[in-house]
T-cell receptor, first 115, second 117 residues
Framework: DAGVTQSPTHLIKTRGQQVTLRCSPKSGHDTVSWYQQALGQGPQFIFQYYEEEERQRGNFPDRFSGHQFPNYSSELNVNALLLGDSALYLC??????????????FGAGSRLTVL | AQSVAQPEDQVNVAEGNPLTVKCTYSVSGNPYLFWYVQYPNRGLQFLLKYITGDNLVKGSYGFEAEFNKSQTSFHLKKPSALVSDSALYFCAVRDAVGRRGYQKVTFGTGTKLQVIP
């Protein structure tokens, strides 16, 4: 059973550029959350997608946007990159039903470096 | 707003000794509580959760955690530490009430566990 897959695993961008990160949730999961994890820090909640809509958002500027597709996969877009956007971006999926309800399943992350 | 505090940046324990990683939380209603573990350059892996019921929760790899409502704590424990337990541990909380799509999970800053051979 494939878990959460994220791509790309690593990428390097320069300030001002735009980036798109992709996530395929675990089979059977319909909710996707995105987190930013800076070096040495805990994951910070960016937003959560359910039924193809952004439902809840953390304290991140509008430069951070996303999308969820009918197959539940998701994208995270970051515009006008800043040096401070360098981090590990984690996608997590979840389901509201079954024994694993309420548990987040994480991907391995996309490591973004902004130069 | 919900929050999690992990007061120790690092915990060192000798192999074979019991370990405890501390966590306290704040949430407006009843909490759902979680522990996750992260290995270098990897995503987080679920260890255990408290949703309701017995205050002592058992999880993966011999870990357990005790929910204490009066102290708003959810400390992670293991009777006998292994060198392979060395990793970064995160406590997390969610409000039990949130409907689908509004189930933000808030993480602590993490505690690095070092098990010394």
């Amino acid at each position: 059973d494939a878990g959460v897959t994220q791509s790309p695993t690593h990428l390097i961008k320069t300030r001002g550029q735009q980036v798109t990160l992709r996530c395929s949730p675990k089979s059977g999961h319909d909710t996707v959350s995105w987190y930013q994890q800076a070096l040495g820090q805990g994951p910070q909640f960016i937003f959560q997608y359910y039924e193809e809509e952004e439902r809840q958002r953390g304290n991140f500027p509008d430069r951070f946007s996303g999308h969820q597709f009918p197959n539940y996969s998701s994208e995270l877009n970051v515009n006008a990159l800043l040096l401070g956007d360098s981090a590990l971006y984690l996608c997590a999926s979840s389901s509201g039903t079954g024994s694993g309800a309420n548990v987040l399943t994480f991907g391995a992350g996309s490591r973004l470096t902004v130069l | 707003a919900q929050s999690v505090a992990q007061p120790e940046d690092q915990v060192n324990v000798a192999e074979g000794n019991p370990l405890t990683v501390k966590c306290t939380y704040s949430v407006s209603g009843n909490p759902y509580l979680f522990w996750y573990v992260q290995y270098p350059n990897r995503g987080l892996q679920f260890l255990l959760k408290y949703i309701t019921g017995d205050n002592l929760v058992k999880g993966s790899y011999g870990f357990e955690a005790e929910f204490n409502k009066s102290q708003t704590s959810f400390h992670l424990k293991k009777p006998s530490a292994l060198v392979s337990d060395s990793a970064l541990y995160f406590c997390a909380v969610r409000d039990a009430v949130g409907r689908r799509g509004y189930q933000k999970v808030t993480f602590g800053t993490g505690t690095k566990l070092q098990v010394i051979p």
